[in-house]
């Protein structure tokens, strides 16, 4: 893409976005949050507490809780180890996972399905 087409795109996102902020501006909704919001952040700077100590005081336990796990980065069980044994050789492979050198060579030379039935645990 060349310079201009590309300042040519970024400027009509420019665009979009600006009409998108203008009309949030006259969101009556959004209005209410923003007075909500400063006049919560103005009353805890008047009798100095901050965001952590309302939170520990409306909900004592809330400290105490477990973070809340993503089930991204959470722990999963072990896998299993699966034994392979071919036939052919008598050769046996022991993995956990798909990805073994010689699970994948096997495969490819005798396909997946026929390899999946060599499974003994």
């Known amino acids: 893409m060349s310079k201009l087409a590309e300042f040519r795109q970024l400027e009509k996102h420019l665009a979009e976005q600006l009409q998108a902020l203008e009309a949030l ?8 949050e923003i007075e909500f919001e400063s006049k919560l ?9 901050s965001l952590p100590n309302v939170i520990n005081l409306l909900d004592p336990q809330a400290s ?17 180890v699966k034994i392979y044994k071919n036939p052919h050789t008598g050769e046996l492979i022991e993995t956990k996972g798909g990805n073994h050198k010689g699970l994948k060579e096997w495969k490819a030379e005798h396909g997946s399905s026929t390899v999946e039935s060599w499974l003994t645990k």
């Open 25 to 32: 501006k006259g969101d009556a909704g959004l209005k209410k």
């Open 41 to 49: 952040r103005a009353l805890l700077a008047e009798y100095g507490y």
């Open 64 to 80: 105490r809780r477990a973070p809340a796990v993503d089930s991204k980065t959470g722990t999963r069980k072990p896998r299993q």
